[in-house]
Structures are given as structure tokens and as C-alpha cells.
């Protein structure tokens, strides 16, 4: 009986774990679906349009289900959610789509890992995130911001040379592959890199923004619909700008529809759900550890089934954005122990305060 006990108990404790390589290998499904599609010739802003519809879809009716008591929305907030939807969803998404065609799915991936610094960086300069240089924490933050952001350009503008042991096929192979892989000009790369980077600044305010609007209105799922709902509408308008072809427009039975199906439903709904319970149990800090995973399998997968080409530079690139990363969250996580440490002593302080009191009374 013991033994059953304990090994429900070691399950349960690898739970967080299981979920955190779930959702990362989602993340990773992501940025080679989204490759897939936008390179076989989807509009990347009709691809924003169909992701958002199918995610409002799959969201609606466990908002309507799970927060029909909630509290009410009043015309002010829902501005600012229609605002925040505008700034972070759709501008984000859309740049993503559009750099993504000039670059790989690696390199997205990559990207990503650039998101809780920029973030840390955003908080910073709207004074939602403090930081101290006299002390080591701090000098840790502010040093890992900088790595990591030197990593992300290192990536994308230092290839150096190939690896060899990671070219899975002869020349003779690579030179008939699929539309998935083409050569990208110095331009088009730059190009890519800036926007995709643009994205992730987008999305890093959007995460700034959301915790205020979460404030306001708790209901998380309802509010995430919302949000996709708004984003569908802004990015439909914005397509139609784009895109005036009718048969863009067009979704078969291939991979366009699937890409958009798997981002929309999978990685809004299913990622979404694992994030907030892994929060739950183990911090934000847990959590953000995982992301450079999404980057590792993306790699490993592309290698093998799109032929792409790691160079050592991106490697290196890789290496001091990951280390960037960790002293961010080092720093972070030895801020918030010290806070924590602090308020634990004070309310000691206050009980041991209290006791004197009566036991001189």
C-alpha cells in the first residue's frame, strides 16, 4: 500500500515536467506547421485570419460554459481589450507570419527565447519591474538582457561555417527538395530577422498589457476569447488590404488547413491550460526554464525532414541567448525569494509582537 502511495505521489510530482515538454513540443509543432504552410504559399495575414476564427471557436464555449457569472464588461474595458487585442494579438501574429517566410522554423523558434527579456525590459521602462545594479541579482538581470539580446542578433546575422555532422543529405538530395527549403538572400534574412523580432517585441508588451487587463476582469478564458475574436476581426480587415486574390482565401484538405486547425486549437487552447495549471504549481520561473526546448526539437526536426543547415554561428547564438535567459531568471527568482523571505520575517515580527503584548497583559 505504501509503495502504491508513493508512486502516485512521484507521478503526481512529475506532472509539471510532463506538461512543460508537452507544451514545448506544441510550441515546436507550431513554428514547423506554420512553416509548412506559409512555404507551400498560404498568405501569412490570411493564416492570422483562419488561426484566430478557429481559436474564438474552440474557446467560445468553455467561456460561455465555465465563466457565464463572471463579472460584467463595461464599454470602457471592452475598449481596452479591443486596443490590447489590436497591439499584441494581431500585430504580433502578423509579423511573426510575414518574417517566417523569409526565414526558418529554427530561427523562429530561436526568436522566442528573446520574449522574457524583452518582456523584463518593457516592465522596466513603464516602472512595473524594479532593479537594483548595486546588487548581484540585478547586475545578473541586466547582464543576461544584454547577452541574450547579443545572442539573437549573433543568430541572425552570424552563420559561420556549416555543421557537417548535422547534413542529413547528399548535395545531389538538397538540390531536389520540396518548396519547404530555398535559399535565402542577405536581404530576406535581414529582413526577416528584424520583423520577426518586431513580433516578439509586440507580443512582449502585449504580456506587459495583459496583466492589467487581467486585474480588471479576472475571467481568464472569456478573455482570451475575446481577445482572439477581436484579433480575427482587426486581421481579417488587414488581409483584405493585403490580399485582394479571392482564391488566397481558398482552404483544402492539406496542409494550409491543418497548420491553421493546430495553431488555432492546439497551441491557443490545449497550451494554454497546461501554462496556467504548471503556473499554479510550481511559478512563472518553472515555466519559463522549458522555452528553450521549443528550439532544440524544432532544430532536431527540421534537420531531419526539411534538410535546414545549422551553422556554428547559430549555435553560438543560441548558446548566449539561453545563458541570457537563465541570468535573467536567476536574478529574478533570487529578487522574488528575498521578497518573500522579507514578508515571512515581518509577519513574524508581528506575531512575536502580538504575543509580547498579551503575555504583558
Not at 153 to 170: C, D, H, Q, R, S
Not at 187 to 209: R, Y
Request: aromatic share 12%; net charge positive; glycine share 6%.
Amino acid at each position: 500500500m505504501k509503495s502504491l502511495l508513493r508512486g502516485a505521489m512521484a507521478m503526481e510530482n512529475q506532472k509539471p515536467y510532463i506538461s512543460m515538454l508537452f507544451v514545448q513540443c506544441i510550441y515546436a509543432g507550431m513554428a514547423l506547421f506554420s512553416k509548412a504552410a506559409i512555404a507551400k504559399g498560404m498568405n501569412p495575414y490570411v493564416f492570422v485570419v483562419y488561426r484566430q476564427a478557429f481559436a474564438t471557436v474552440a474557446l467560445a464555449p468553455f467561456a460561455f460554459f465555465l465563466e457565464s457569472k463572471q463579472t460584467s464588461l463595461s464599454y470602457n474595458l471592452l475598449c481596452k481589450i479591443f486596443l490590447v487585442s489590436l497591439c499584441g494579438l494581431t500585430l504580433s501574429l502578423n509579423l511573426y507570419y510575414v518574417a517566417i517566410n523569409y526565414t526558418t522554423a529554427t530561427f523562429a523558434a530561436a526568436t522566442t527565447n528573446t520574449i522574457p527579456v524583452l518582456t523584463f525590459i518593457i516592465a522596466v521602462c513603464l516602472r512595473m519591474e524594479s532593479i537594483s545594479i548595486r546588487r548581484l541579482p540585478g547586475i545578473s538581470k541586466v547582464l543576461g538582457s544584454v547577452i541574450s539580446l547579443s545572442g539573437a542578433l549573433v543568430f541572425a546575422f552570424v552563420k559561420g561555417p556549416p555543421i557537417n555532422f548535422m547534413n542529413w543529405y547528399p548535395a545531389t538530395q538538397k538540390q531536389t527538395s520540396d518548396s519547404l527549403i530555398k535559399s535565402y538572400s542577405v536581404g530576406e534574412w535581414i529582413k526577416g530577422s528584424l520583423i520577426m523580432i518586431s513580433a516578439n517585441t509586440a507580443w512582449s508588451f502585449w504580456l506587459v498589457l495583459q496583466g492589467r487587463i487581467v486585474k480588471q476582469y479576472p475571467a481568464k478564458i472569456r478573455l482570451t476569447a475575446l481577445q482572439c475574436f477581436f484579433s480575427c476581426i482587426q486581421s481579417t480587415f488587414w488581409a483584405i488590404a493585403a490580399e485582394r486574390n479571392p482564391s488566397a482565401w481558398k482552404l483544402g484538405w492539406d496542409v494550409h488547413l491543418l497548420s491553421v486547425a493546430y495553431c488555432g486549437v492546439i497551441v491557443t487552447g490545449i497550451t494554454y491550460w497546461l501554462q496556467v495549471w504548471t503556473i499554479e504549481k510550481k511559478g512563472p520561473v518553472f515555466t519559463a526554464i522549458f522555452t528553450p526546448l521549443a528550439l532544440v526539437i524544432t532544430a532536431i526536426v527540421s534537420a531531419f525532414l526539411w534538410k535546414e543547415t545549422l551553422h556554428w554561428g547559430s549555435v553560438g547564438g543560441v548558446v548566449l541567448l539561453v545563458g541570457g535567459l537563465y541570468s535573467v531568471l536567476w536574478g529574478k527568482k533570487r529578487e522574488d525569494g528575498k521578497v518573500v523571505t522579507n514578508e515571512q520575517n515581518a509577519d513574524t515580527n508581528k506575531e512575536e509582537i502580538v504575543l509580547e503584548c498579551i503575555t504583558h497583559q
